[in-house]
């Protein structure tokens, strides 16, 4: 295979390990495969195209057993994938990382010449460049189903986690107007969560905040909770007249109701609720039938 001699034109593409690089003269389309050995996270991402001007800075480094590693580093503040996961992801979930066999090294610098001649800045964006993952819009964590059509988020309580503290509390609608960004704690790492930021800063628990939903294992995982999180990041960031209309909030199944209702009496017998707090919580739930 010869190298080209321009990264102009469309279709010059550099395959490695779970990913392909497609170089434009203003943007890399990253195509991460699906498949049992590929990174769920690498998976769920599918395809993502990263303008020339969200990239800070380009390597290519030796990697492990006669690999080559080419990295295009973003730009702080514009990928809101990257900004929601703060530096927490593993080396194989990075989505900026192609690994190629060592003898395509030679092919690997030239590319990475070319893109490092396109390069515009290295200082944080002004806002986001590359566009946030399209789903999922819902996931389960640990205490409760979290949900996002873009302008709500919702969070709805599971009674089998759920503390009391976020049972009294009901399950929460948060608009994006009232939101002024997001805290990803990875549930690969100790007490993760995802956090929603508005308003003052809270030293409150993460299992005591109606503002948070707490990861488990086996829920929340980074493939699912991640995604989101960027999702409505870049939607707070980017929010405009639309995300200022209310949702419509959907009506409940009656048989959910019934099992919150349940629940709740549960909990006012064990006394974590007091007889004021179950009837107005209780008239809440019935109006939703």
Known sequence: MGVPHTMSRMGDVLAGFHAAWEFDSDS????????????????????????????????????????????AEPRPGADPLMEAAAGQLKEGCDPYRLVLPAERETLAEY??????????????????????????????????????????????????????????????????????????????????????LGGEPTTEPADQDPATVVFGLGYGPVHESLPFAAAVLAAVRNRGPAAMVPASVPRRDPSDIAERIRHLGELHRAGLVTDEEFSVKKAELLSEL
Do not use: C, N
């Not at 200082?123 to 979290?146: H, N």
């Open 28 to 71: 890399v389309l990253i195509r991460h495969e699906r498949g049992l050995r590929t990174p769920k996270l690498l998976s769920a991402l599918g395809e993502r195209r990263i303008p020339v001007a969200a990239i800070a800075r380009v390597t290519l480094t030796q990697g492990r057993r006669g690999t080559v590693v080419l990295r």
């Open 111 to 196: 590319y990475a010449d070319e893109l490092r001649a396109r390069l515009t800045g290295s200082g944080p964006a002004d806002r986001f460049l590359v566009d946030a993952p399209e789903g999922p819009l819902s996931f389960k964590a640990y205490d409760g189903k979290a949900s996002f059509d873009g302008r709500t988020v919702r969070f709805r309580w599971f009674w089998t986690g759920a503390s009391s503290a976020k049972w009294k509390a009901g399950d929460q609608s948060f608009a994006v107007s009232e939101l002024t960004g997001v805290e990803w704690r990875s549930p690969e790492l100790f007490e993760g969560h995802l956090r929603l």
